[in-house]
């Protein structure tokens, strides 16, 4: 694991994006799209060593088993063909009341080869694919997070205002209240990161620890307004990633408010998971990426528009052999929670629990759990590069 530590979420007040067109009982969905991970030097053909990037005459050496496909290759970022199609396929999902966005639109900076990538880069990508995301879904709106693949230098963000946030407020500027530009141009409030500078959550001159407080305050507003909320992020709050302080402020605030948090909504890890908080008050639903570090993938998340409790959760995939060698990619279900793991809805921190347990301690669920876990199941052929890490 990386010895960096983030701490990326945020407080989103779901029920003010809905009620509007919600009516009482019904069971409406939603859009969970995670690490797309564009690459605008992805080259068709060129090998995945070279992590899908044309050096030189090597181009023309590539082994018919290394080259990059058309709509991606396990080991690189993502191609335009490949956001293309899972852009077009998410909207032919039919009504949706919103997207639930988690970060990591850029590139990794991992080919020491190649470009590296710049702050320009950088901005270019986020507005990018920024705009894309305002395309497929013009009349939705969409709750966007921070990427530690979209500051720059990666994995690390000081305080703002400074050009990675200032033109992120920009691109989202449409889905965000003035209070809520103030926080993002200034602190990234809808991902704030806590790196090596933040040192922990500790004391409240730390970034992390304002953070936590402005979670806070605003989970005691939602909570005396009688309304619900989802606390979406990119990456999970979990040991492997937070500080210990940071990650005990998570569970202790998340505790006090279990009452009104219907979900924890993540990505970052290019897999699908679940994590149960050390003190049980909830559990981290983490998507799969678009980006196939093991085959495409985006999830549907159903829920009930009077009590805002997920209902359900509806995973997507492709298969990431069969487009490159027919030309078109199609995605299909993978599976849904309630029929895969004999859940009932609504799924609350109960449901997860037990089913936690039964992938723990059932051999037949465990089994089940780790194939939809690497999306059908791309561990078998994933190509694993050097200095590739699952973020």
């Not at 994006?17 to 992805?42: E, M, N, P």
């Not at 210990?244 to 998340?254: F, G």
Request: net charge negative; hydrophobic share 35%.
């Amino acid at each position: 694991m990386t010895s960096l530590r983030w701490a990326c979420l945020a407080a989103v007040l779901l029920l003010a994006l809905v009620c509007a067109t919600a009516s009482a009982g019904q069971t409406r969905r939603f859009l969970h799209i995670t690490d797309i991970h564009w690459d605008k030097f992805y080259v068709v053909g060129t090998s995945v060593t070279d992590l899908c990037h044309s050096h030189g005459g090597r181009r023309t050496l590539v082994a018919a088993d290394d080259q990059a496909g058309t709509f991606g290759a396990r080991g690189c970022d993502s191609p335009y063909p490949l956001v293309t199609a899972a852009l077009q396929f998410a909207r032919s999902l039919g009504p949706l009341d919103f997207v639930v966005w988690t970060g990591d639109n850029a590139r990794h900076n991992r080919d020491k080869a190649f470009l590296p990538t710049s702050q320009d880069e950088i901005l270019y990508e986020n507005t990018q694919v920024t705009q894309w995301m305002q395309q497929s879904f013009p009349s939705l709106t969409l709750v966007p997070s921070i990427g530690n693949n979209d500051v720059y230098p990666h994995d690390s963000l000081g305080p703002g205002p400074n050009a990675i946030l200032s033109n992120l407020t920009a691109n989202w500027r449409q889905w965000l209240s003035p209070a809520s530009q103030q926080t993002m141009s200034q602190g990234g409030y809808f991902a704030t990161q806590f790196n090596t500078e933040t040192k922990s959550c500790s004391h409240n001159k730390y970034p992390g620890a304002q953070q936590f407080a402005w979670l806070d305050q605003t989970l005691s507003a939602i909570r005396q307004s009688g309304q619900k909320a989802y606390l979406t992020g990119h990456v999970p709050p979990h040991k492997d990633y937070y500080f210990d302080s940071c990650l005990a402020a998570y569970e202790t605030i998340t505790a006090n408010y279990a009452d009104i948090i219907v979900g924890h909504l993540f990505g970052h890890k290019h897999s699908d998971h679940l994590y149960v908080l050390k003190n049980q008050a909830g559990a981290i639903l983490v998507a799969p990426s678009v980006l196939p570090q093991y085959n495409p993938s985006l999830r549907v998340i159903e829920y009930d528009s009077s009590s805002y409790e997920i209902m359900n959760v509806i995973t997507y995939w492709a298969n990431l052999d069969a487009a490159n060698a027919q030309g078109s990619l199609t995605f299909k279900k993978e599976y849904d929670m309630v029929s895969a793991y004999g859940l009932s809805a609504p799924l609350d921190t109960a449901q997860w629990l037990d089913m936690k347990q039964k992938t723990d301690n059932d051999p037949a669920m465990a089994k089940l759990y780790g194939f939809y876990k690497y999306v059908s199941s791309g561990m078998t052929k994933a190509t694993h590069i050097p200095g590739h890490p699952n973020c």
